[in-house]
């Protein structure tokens, strides 16, 4: 099925917001694990693993749009030195793309592609979520101290 033009762009864009998010939350995973923070390392690879899917999932849209995906292509990404800083670097990462994701929602439904729409619609959820998984845990940063938090992420 032949699909619009500006469809395709705004799929592409976010893929290359998928990639680029798939990096970051990888590095920061494995610094997590390098500092012996198992829970923290598992939390970020779930999310890394997340994003993963949606890649995916934009891939095969871009695709059945009879696009070409460009997975050659990365954002610029923030690695953060310490848990805090990375927790705020993904909240500002996560909180683009669900700002990047309303914008492709407004751009499929102006061009009635209701397929994308939905699709751009449940990525969009997943996001909103990782946005609360991290300010739960910015939170809890600010609420018992950093010295506490991440003790409680060694497990």
């Given at each position: 099925m032949k699909g619009n033009a500006k469809v395709i762009a705004k799929l592409n864009g976010l893929l290359a917001e998928e990639l680029t998010a798939i990096s970051q939350y990888i590095v920061h995973a494995e610094m997590c694990s390098n500092w012996g923070y198992k829970k923290l390392h598992e939390v970020s690879e779930k999310?890394?693993?997340?994003?993963?899917?949606?890649?995916?999932?934009?891939?095969g849209r871009i695709l059945f749009l009879e696009g070409r995906p460009t997975v050659?292509?990365?954002n610029k990404f923030a690695i953060g030195a310490d848990v805090t800083a990375q927790h705020k670097n993904d909240w500002a990462f996560e909180n683009g793309a669900v700002k990047s994701y309303n914008v492709g929602i407004k751009?499929?439904?102006d061009a009635g592609d209701n397929g994308t729409r939905e699709l751009l619609n449940s990525i969009l959820k997943d996001e909103e979520a990782h946005i609360d998984v991290l300010e739960m845990e910015l939170d809890q940063i600010k609420q018992m101290g950093i010295q506490n938090y991440l003790t409680e992420q060694m497990g």
């Amino acid at each position: 099925m032949k699909g619009n033009a500006k469809v395709i762009a705004k799929l592409n864009g976010l893929l290359a917001e998928e990639l680029t998010a798939i990096s970051q939350y990888i590095v920061h995973a494995e610094m997590c694990s390098n500092w012996g923070y198992k829970k923290l390392h598992e939390v970020s690879e779930k999310r890394a693993i997340s994003e993963m899917k949606h890649a995916e999932s934009l891939i095969g849209r871009i695709l059945f749009l009879e696009g070409r995906p460009t997975v050659s292509k990365l954002n610029k990404f923030a690695i953060g030195a310490d848990v805090t800083a990375q927790h705020k670097n993904d909240w500002a990462f996560e909180n683009g793309a669900v700002k990047s994701y309303n914008v492709g929602i407004k751009i499929a439904t102006d061009a009635g592609d209701n397929g994308t729409r939905e699709l751009l619609n449940s990525i969009l959820k997943d996001e909103e979520a990782h946005i609360d998984v991290l300010e739960m845990e910015l939170d809890q940063i600010k609420q018992m101290g950093i010295q506490n938090y991440l003790t409680e992420q060694m497990g």
